[in-house]
């Protein structure tokens, strides 16, 4: 009997990380080299985000794509980054206006997609995150998301076998280190690149838009273009969208990062790729379709405060320029990113 | 034969001896060893308060010889009240010599704060780093008084910020004139290896004159400082808080 013990243990550890290990010797989830190449797309500008400390590989790729989708980063093991941020919305969440956390705690702000991140010179709607790797940690420490302490993490992290193999094989030794986690899921979400909707390939001359389309792109360049700014459809400024401030969430916006007046009721000016698949709209999720989008835009009825005239261009669209904007927007789905198995849920069996 | 020219050579060399030189910083109230969480301080107004955790960045550290270029050190170190260990910086590197001028930074460079992820004293593990608003917090304080009007009668002070609303970064300068950095030489006797003890200089770091400065600060009003607003107010009361620890430094 005192011998038979450890052998049975034994097995079942044996069998438990077999079990852990299954999805990645699924060859669905396999990560090459070529997996991880990291180009930057033509017409694009430079990246913020280089990789030039961080070269992505197979294994930190595949460690910062388990860590992404495993509730071990949450303080009850509830939630991951994926409960939030759903592959089939482009990583925003779909139909959910205010993001849900653990124990069914509503946040402040609707999830945005996670897409071209690379490019990103701040995150959030506030922009108070100045750097993709530690942008984990945002919603890891916060209460009403993750509510778990970075350090807490990295014990859990520490104790557990596949992690420590992991760890092992994307940085050569056992070191669990918080630098280390950052970097891992930093390979992964900086290579979320989506570069080839319909709209992309027209403008590389591999596909056509309809006139309709086509009308709505005119439009889209003379009333939307100047915050929205091609290829990445932001220029990653802070302006106000004319929005009636939510009397209960008071969300100040950039104001709340800065301390100025003059960026008071200013948010994030948001990518509009993959728009047609991140519903609901807006940094508090207010508008549940495109049309209600345009509806707001077109009727002018703008809250005033920090309004920049290029806001004020986007008044009188009548109903048929509406739609052609609407079809213009939905060229902007990406299905290559949409689909890309290199992101896809690895402990889904 | 041998071994008189190797004490010559050892002698000579003097001016060109780099030694370890280790700065200790001494956290005090009113120049007695903090007792976390136990002893009752007064400020200047009479508001007594508890000290529960104390940490900061000391980053940027030079040593400006009587003649010669400044040595900098571009290191960072995290000073914490829990941690012995911690408050004892080693410079690794210093030739023995005269020393006019010791400076340092409290706080953590605006490159530190937009570099993404690090480790040793930079790790966010440390508890050192505003999430909602990335940085690090250079300074932490934190403690009880009756005077507070937070739940739990609790007052903190969280500060950091590198950039506007608040630059917190504030620089800190020592007199050290006076002070030689003389290298200790021990010659065992069957060796004449020679074996260099490490220098050290103190460096106080008082509560009580973070608390008072030159207008104390009122613990009824600003309890509770934990992003920009009021945040350069208190930096510059952690910017008073240095001074040398008057003993014999020559050897």
């Given at each position: 009997m005192a011998i038979k013990k450890p052998i049975v243990i034994s097995v079942l550890v044996f069998a438990i990380i077999l079990l852990s290990n299954f999805t990645e010797t699924n060859p669905y989830f396999t990560i090459t080299e070529k997996d991880v190449a990291f180009e930057v797309p033509?017409?694009?500008?430079?990246?913020?985000?280089?990789?030039?400390?961080n070269k992505p590989t197979p294994a930190g790729f595949t460690l910062g794509r388990r860590l992404f989708y495993d509730?071990?980063?949450?303080k009850d093991s509830?939630?991951?980054?994926a409960s939030c941020h759903q592959r089939i919305a482009a990583f925003a969440h779909i139909d959910h206006t205010l993001s849900h956390g653990i124990s069914g705690l509503i946040g402040k702000r609707n999830v945005p997609p996670l897409q071209n991140?690379?490019?990103?010179?701040s995150f959030m709607w506030d922009g108070g995150v100045n750097h993709l790797e530690i942008q984990p940690l945002t919603p890891m420490a916060n209460p009403i998301e993750m509510a778990s302490d970075i350090g807490d993490v990295i014990r859990k992290l520490k104790r557990n076998p596949y992690y420590r193999e992991a760890f092992k094989e994307a940085f050569g030794d056992t070191l669990i280190s918080s630098e280390r986690m950052l970097k891992a899921m930093a390979q992964f979400t900086g290579l979320?690149?989506?570069?080839?909707s319909r709209y992309d390939k027209f403008m590389r001359h591999e596909d056509t838009l309809t006139q309709f389309e086509l009308n709505g792109l005119v439009i889209f360049r003379e009333k939307?273009?100047?915050?929205?700014?091609?290829?990445?459809?932001?220029?990653?400024s802070y302006k106000s969208s004319g929005l009636y401030p939510d009397s209960t969430l008071n969300d100040p916006g950039r104001e709340l990062i800065?301390?100025?007046?003059?960026?008071?009721?200013t948010f994030k000016v948001p990518s509009l790729r993959n728009v047609a698949m991140t519903?609901?709209?807006?940094h508090d999720g207010r508008f549940r379709t495109l049309e209600q989008v345009l509806d707001h835009y077109s009727k002018g009825?703008?809250?005033?405060?920090?309004?920049?005239?290029?806001?004020?261009?986007?008044?009188?669209?009548n109903d048929l320029e509406k739609k052609e904007v609407i079809a213009f927007l939905k060229t902007l789905t990406d299905k290559t990113f949409l689909y890309d198995r290199r992101f896809a849920d690895p402990t889904y069996h | 034969m041998m071994c008189i020219t190797t004490v010559l050579a050892v002698v000579m060399s003097f001016s060109a001896i780099a030694q370890p030189l280790q700065l200790h910083f001494r956290n005090v109230v009113d120049g007695k060893p903090i007792a976390l969480e136990k002893d009752n301080y007064k400020n200047g107004l009479g508001q007594s308060y508890t000290v529960s955790n104390l940490k900061y960045y000391i980053s940027n550290i030079q040593l400006t010889p009587e003649s010669g270029k400044e040595l900098t050190d571009s290191d960072y170190y995290l000073i914490r009240e829990?941690?012995?260990?911690?408050?004892n910086i080693t410079l690794p590197h210093i030739p023995i010599g005269h020393y006019t001028r010791l400076t340092f930074s409290i706080g953590v460079d605006s490159l530190h704060n937009c570099s993404g992820a690090q480790s040793d004293a930079l790790d966010p593990v440390n508890g050192m780093f505003w999430t909602w608003n990335t940085?690090?917090?250079?300074f932490k304080l934190e403690g009880k008084s009756s005077?507070?009007?937070n739940p739990g009668s609790i007052y903190e002070y969280h500060i950091g910020g590198?950039?506007?609303?608040?630059?917190?970064?504030r620089s800190v300068s020592i007199d050290l004139t006076g002070i030689s950095l003389m290298p200790v030489i021990v010659l065992p006797p069957d060796t004449f290896h020679k074996k260099l003890k490490i220098t050290g200089i103190d460096i106080s770091a008082d509560i009580s004159k973070f608390m008072n400065a030159a207008t104390p600060i009122d613990l009824t009003k600003?309890?509770?400082?934990?992003?920009?607003?009021?945040a350069a107010k208190i930096a510059d009361h952690y910017q008073q808080m240095f001074s040398l620890i008057k003993k014999d430094y020559g050897y």
């Amino acid at each position: 009997m005192a011998i038979k013990k450890p052998i049975v243990i034994s097995v079942l550890v044996f069998a438990i990380i077999l079990l852990s290990n299954f999805t990645e010797t699924n060859p669905y989830f396999t990560i090459t080299e070529k997996d991880v190449a990291f180009e930057v797309p033509k017409g694009f500008p430079a990246p913020t985000y280089t990789f030039a400390n961080n070269k992505p590989t197979p294994a930190g790729f595949t460690l910062g794509r388990r860590l992404f989708y495993d509730p071990i980063l949450s303080k009850d093991s509830s939630t991951s980054c994926a409960s939030c941020h759903q592959r089939i919305a482009a990583f925003a969440h779909i139909d959910h206006t205010l993001s849900h956390g653990i124990s069914g705690l509503i946040g402040k702000r609707n999830v945005p997609p996670l897409q071209n991140l690379a490019w990103g010179q701040s995150f959030m709607w506030d922009g108070g995150v100045n750097h993709l790797e530690i942008q984990p940690l945002t919603p890891m420490a916060n209460p009403i998301e993750m509510a778990s302490d970075i350090g807490d993490v990295i014990r859990k992290l520490k104790r557990n076998p596949y992690y420590r193999e992991a760890f092992k094989e994307a940085f050569g030794d056992t070191l669990i280190s918080s630098e280390r986690m950052l970097k891992a899921m930093a390979q992964f979400t900086g290579l979320m690149v989506s570069a080839n909707s319909r709209y992309d390939k027209f403008m590389r001359h591999e596909d056509t838009l309809t006139q309709f389309e086509l009308n709505g792109l005119v439009i889209f360049r003379e009333k939307c273009a100047k915050c929205h700014r091609e290829p990445l459809f932001t220029d990653e400024s802070y302006k106000s969208s004319g929005l009636y401030p939510d009397s209960t969430l008071n969300d100040p916006g950039r104001e709340l990062i800065t301390g100025r007046i003059k960026d008071e009721n200013t948010f994030k000016v948001p990518s509009l790729r993959n728009v047609a698949m991140t519903y609901p709209y807006m940094h508090d999720g207010r508008f549940r379709t495109l049309e209600q989008v345009l509806d707001h835009y077109s009727k002018g009825d703008y809250y005033m405060l920090n309004v920049t005239p290029e806001l004020l261009a986007t008044r009188d669209m009548n109903d048929l320029e509406k739609k052609e904007v609407i079809a213009f927007l939905k060229t902007l789905t990406d299905k290559t990113f949409l689909y890309d198995r290199r992101f896809a849920d690895p402990t889904y069996h | 034969m041998m071994c008189i020219t190797t004490v010559l050579a050892v002698v000579m060399s003097f001016s060109a001896i780099a030694q370890p030189l280790q700065l200790h910083f001494r956290n005090v109230v009113d120049g007695k060893p903090i007792a976390l969480e136990k002893d009752n301080y007064k400020n200047g107004l009479g508001q007594s308060y508890t000290v529960s955790n104390l940490k900061y960045y000391i980053s940027n550290i030079q040593l400006t010889p009587e003649s010669g270029k400044e040595l900098t050190d571009s290191d960072y170190y995290l000073i914490r009240e829990d941690d012995s260990a911690s408050m004892n910086i080693t410079l690794p590197h210093i030739p023995i010599g005269h020393y006019t001028r010791l400076t340092f930074s409290i706080g953590v460079d605006s490159l530190h704060n937009c570099s993404g992820a690090q480790s040793d004293a930079l790790d966010p593990v440390n508890g050192m780093f505003w999430t909602w608003n990335t940085g690090y917090i250079f300074f932490k304080l934190e403690g009880k008084s009756s005077a507070s009007k937070n739940p739990g009668s609790i007052y903190e002070y969280h500060i950091g910020g590198y950039k506007a609303p608040a630059n917190c970064i504030r620089s800190v300068s020592i007199d050290l004139t006076g002070i030689s950095l003389m290298p200790v030489i021990v010659l065992p006797p069957d060796t004449f290896h020679k074996k260099l003890k490490i220098t050290g200089i103190d460096i106080s770091a008082d509560i009580s004159k973070f608390m008072n400065a030159a207008t104390p600060i009122d613990l009824t009003k600003i309890s509770s400082v934990t992003d920009f607003h009021n945040a350069a107010k208190i930096a510059d009361h952690y910017q008073q808080m240095f001074s040398l620890i008057k003993k014999d430094y020559g050897y």
